[in-house]
């Protein structure tokens, strides 16, 4: 079945420094592309998505780029903040159903 | 808006025993999706509603899961028997044309089963 592998599980950096979270994907009917953020004991939040017709969309801080001949995205989250950390899922869909990665925990250090 | 309401937040049931997760979708969204998030696989879709009619159900598990929507303001997710494996968070997300682009989630129920 489709699967999205999700790279790093953990990833530290610094306030002010750059992040970036990497995910691969298998199916190539694979269109659309979204971002989620979970913080401690809520839902997902839609932060960023790109659609397999662009391979960069920026957004204030957030970058997302997609290489679909490697089946490859990631996100680039700029000048991070404390608020940043978070899990993070990276996420690949064809007509409605989205498939997640299993999370990057992110944590912003002062 | 309220986004989406999921009920009870917390649940704790015994083995064994019958458990019913509460969805209310945003007001006019036509989609209903349910997931289980767990630490080992993540989120797994479990099944999908359109209009209130079930479309696809490929991610429930075949005995104890089922998913019902009597109408356009919530679903269910109701298991039957449950197993300590079924300990997990359950998420419902509404979409308002059924695509795969304006999920909203809510908050999840989270089922400890002991």
């Known amino acids: 079945g489709e699967k999205v592998e999700q790279h790093e599980s953990t990833l530290s950096v610094r306030e002010g420094d750059s992040a970036v979270i990497n995910c691969t994907y298998t199916?190539?009917?694979?269109?659309?592309f979204p971002w989620y953020k979970q913080e401690a004991g809520k839902g997902l939040h839609f932060v960023i998505d790109i659609r397999s017709n662009v391979d960069r969309k920026q957004s204030q801080r957030l970058i997302v780029l997609l290489d679909k001949k490697a089946k490859r995205f990631s996100l680039h989250i700029t000048a991070t903040q404390p608020e940043d950390s978070a899990i993070y899922f990276c996420a690949a869909s064809g007509a409605y159903k989205v498939i997640f990665g299993k999370g990057t925990h992110l944590h912003v250090l002062p | 808006n309220a986004g989406v309401i999921q009920t009870p937040r917390h649940k704790v049931t015994g083995k064994g025993q019958e458990a019913t997760l509460w969805c209310e979708p945003i007001?006019?969204?036509?989609?209903v999706f349910w997931y289980r998030q767990t630490i080992v696989q993540g989120l797994e879709f479990l099944t999908y509603f359109r209009n209130q009619a079930p479309i696809d159900d490929s991610g429930m598990p075949k005995e104890r899961f089922s998913a019902q929507m009597p109408n356009q303001s919530h679903s269910t997710l109701k298991i039957q028997s449950t197993q300590p494996q079924d300990s997990a968070v359950y998420l419902c997300?509404?979409?308002?044309?059924?695509?795969?682009?304006?999920?909203?989630f809510g908050s999840g129920t989270r089922l400890l089963v002991i």
């Open positions: 997300a509404s979409s308002l044309h059924g695509g795969n682009s304006d999920y909203t």
């Open positions: 199916d190539t009917a694979s269109s659309y």
């Open positions: 007001s006019g969204h036509s989609a």
